[in-house]
């Protein structure tokens, strides 16, 4: 008689839809542990899914599990969430497991974890102030000057404002500013602000939402800027935090989890271990944050889409902000939708979900107003703004066909601009690039740059003088002839954030500028010194793109200008008026913020667009209906579900081929889903790579998660796949 066999049943990060068998001699393993094991001549980590004593492997064949770590790394309910991840996605259960748990944890060794601190200015500090520091000391400044709004912060906060934080916490510390301590789990002090009474509608969300403590439901939050519903969602846990074993996840968008965000957080949780999860954490950080959820020891969870996988065995509340966000969609690998997650996650451990907005997603808007269901989908609304005197800001179309307009600027906005500078006020200049940059053009022939990997057109750099593809990063010098004609008369079109800051210099000599966009602001540090140089009334004009249309809270800011938005009113998109109506109203949201009056001026061609009338009176409502009927016509999300196919190699005709034979297969598979035929997408060439795509369509989500088991089978076996690279692509956001 032999012993009983130990056979686990090993995941790997490997891109086959299949689990691995292994031999252990240790009886007590554990589902959720974490291996290493042999794999072909590799090394590879793995996660225990399943234990066994049976295997139909030859036993000469099964190989022994080289190392097992004793961390056991998700509990019941995580697996239960990346099975479900793993099925509805279509993506393998390895590959799914291993995107979602800490990247420290895969490498190979860990090493033991350094003390971690607080670090708070000393009183002596507080008492001399910023302005003692020396002049030039730019990243000094910023710390105490974060210091001074949080009191407290971490390193990930401290590196989030300068990478080289450590260096200035030592000058500090040398002048007897700075003091540190250990991190503990409780026993915190933030400075505790003033603590609003809500208002009425403020009150009726939270006692909606309470009474639906210890069940599923999910809620839509839908609230105008500044009406206060992160003021809710702040009751909301302290509510839930009353009880014992309890814990809190908030998802927000990346660009939102700032410092500021953070300690508004901590002064009113100064009780409670809250912990980040984000990707500008080190993986030390990440992984240290992770197991305090893990383990129950962190109570409140803030994070961006991938935390929305973090094991918390005493979740009992999720907040979703900003929930129309398309950053909470993962754009590869597990091409998630992290709201999409939450909820099933919600429902599958039976507890209330939040997500709020001023722009709900057409989707989140059909759920929560639409559907018979309305039991299991709340809507509650906040209809005003919460400070008093604080009102939405005016909103006015300027027709540039009508208006004089000079190097883009129309005099009314030029004029509005004179107006906030004489009154000691800021502008925010916002151009919408979602799909638009300046190209160099030739005046004589019309030669544009194009980049020969991809099928884009090369965007101009001035300060540099190259030209650079946005899609692959290939960079050249700016032509000082065209290259096709021999012309000298090259310039670039359309408004960059470039031009529009050297238009602006022209017009106001006196003001300060300054301009943000990716260029101009690559990493979070400098974002961070923005807001505080808002803060402080160091800009007069700021000039930016999305990226500043979020949730921040600008108090000087009293007038927006919109340029250039026009193409957006015509893409091909279908989401691009949803997305653009959420921009602008996010971006609007930024003028007037305290108790000086906003106005918002949009130049456009098409003033009388149904989007601009919307606009003007604020009404999400409407115009989210108006949405709703054109896409209930056209047989589009939410009425209908999608999902894409995209595949790309070197050779179209391999392409071609492939996505014809999946069209053929799905067509044999269903006849409840239709099949679209390849089409080759806006951006055909990408990096040297051919690319098409094609999509399907139906009525019915089960009927078509039932075909996608067969078929992406299928795909998974067809030979072509040796040379065609494909994705597919569920709910997706962009095509
Ligand atoms: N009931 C209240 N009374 C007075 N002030 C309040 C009240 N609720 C919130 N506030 C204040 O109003 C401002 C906006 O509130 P909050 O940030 O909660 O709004 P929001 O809807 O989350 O904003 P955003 O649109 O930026 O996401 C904050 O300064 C907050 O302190
Ligand atoms: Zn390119």
Known sequence: MTDALHILKVALDVPL????DYRTDKPNTQI????????????MIGVVVGISDTTAIESKKLKSIIRLDPEVIFDEQSFKLFQFCSQYYHYPLGQTILSAVPSRLKKLN???MAKKYLYRLTPKAIELGVDQLPPRQTILKRIVMALIDATLLDESSLRSISSTWKKSIETLDEMGWIAKEEVTSDDKAYRQAPIPSLNDEQQKAFDEISKTNKTFAAWLLYGITGSGKTEVYIRLIEEALKKEDTQVLVLVPEINLTPQLESRFRSRFEKYTLVTLHSHLTDNERLTHW??????????????RLSVFTPMPHLSLIIIDEEHDASFKQQ????YHARDVAIFRAKSENIPIVMGTATPSLETWFNATKTKDTKKFGFLKLTSRAVDDSALPEIKCIDVAKSKVSKGFSPYLIEAIRDRLHKKEQSLIFINRRGFAPVLLCSSCQWTGRCHRCSSRLVVHLNQKRLRCHHCGHDEKMPQQCPSCGNTDLYPTGLGTQRIEETLKEFFPEARILRVDRDSTKTKEALNDLFLKMKNREIDILIGTQMLSKGHDFPHLSLVGVIDTDQALYS?????????????????????????????????????????EALKTHDYENFANELLKERELA????????????????????????????MTKAQNLSTQVTVYNPVRPIMERLKGMERAQLVLQANSRVALQKLLDGWVSYLRENKLGQRVKWVVDVDPLEF
């Open 635 to 662: 047989e589009l999300s939410p009425f209908a579900f999608l999902v894409l196919l995209k595949a790309e190699a070197h050779q179209l005709t391999h392409v071609m081929q492939f996505l014809n034979e999946a």
């Open 291 to 304: 197991r305090l959820a893990k383990e129950g020891a962190a109570k409140i969870v803030i994070g961006t």
């Open 110 to 112: 860990t090493k033991a």
């Open 332 to 335: 590869e690998g597990l091409r």
């Open 17 to 20: 839809d299949r689990v691995f």
């Open 572 to 612: 091909p998109d279908f989401r691009a008026s949803e997305r653009l109506f959420s921009q602008l109203m996010q971006v609007s949201g930024r003028a007037g913020r305290a108790n000086i009056k906003g106005e918002v001026y949009i130049q456009t061609a098409f003033p009388n667009h149904p989007i601009f």
């Open 32 to 43: 959720g542990q974490y291996v290493v094991v042999p794999f072909g001549a590799r090394k």
